[in-house]
């Protein structure tokens, strides 16, 4: 693809990929954040990892009788599970003459797999005898 072919090529690329990014993300990215490991500490502030166990044994120093509230000083964290996924996607492509239009559709396709996190793309033509 060459000029205004593949500039179309690009752009129609870009908008699948938002749309899917944005189509998928509440459904996707819990799964691949990993679950909580609560045999780890993590410094990173996310309230979904709050240990609020912990948090109050250690600040129970900070109680303010006078409000009736804890007032903490320091929250703690749990870490959580890696988890990552390898998908690594093999697109094999017949570059016959007949196939010619189905090149550029794998092409576009091969675009957005490239483009969505998480994903790992061959692209491979093949011809046929």
């Known amino acids: 693809?060459?000029?205004p072919v593949l500039d179309a090529a690009r752009a129609l690329i870009r908008q699948i990929v938002e749309e899917l990014k944005r189509?998928?993300?509440k459904d996707v990215r819990p799964v691949l954040w990993g679950r909580v490991d609560r045999n780890r500490r993590s410094p990173l502030k996310v309230a979904r990892n709050l240990d609020v166990t912990r948090t109050i044994r250690e600040n129970l120093k900070t109680w303010d009788p006078d409000r009736k509230r804890l007032?903490?000083?320091r929250l703690r964290f749990y870490a959580?599970?890696?988890r990552h996924?390898?998908?690594?996607?093999?697109?094999?492509?017949?570059?016959?003459?007949?196939?010619?239009?189905?090149?550029?559709?794998?092409?576009?396709?091969?675009?957005?797999?490239g483009s969505l996190p998480g994903l790992?793309?061959?692209?491979?033509?093949?011809?046929?005898p």
């Open 80 to 82: 959580r599970v890696d």
């Open 71 to 73: 007032l903490p000083a």
């Open 1 to 3: 693809m060459k000029g």
């Open 120 to 128: 790992s793309i061959s692209f491979s033509p093949s011809t046929r």
């Open 85 to 113: 996924l390898p998908w690594h996607v093999v697109m094999l492509v017949d570059c016959s003459g007949s196939m010619m239009d189905s090149v550029i559709h794998s092409a576009v396709l091969a675009g957005i797999f």
């Open 23 to 25: 189509t998928l993300a």
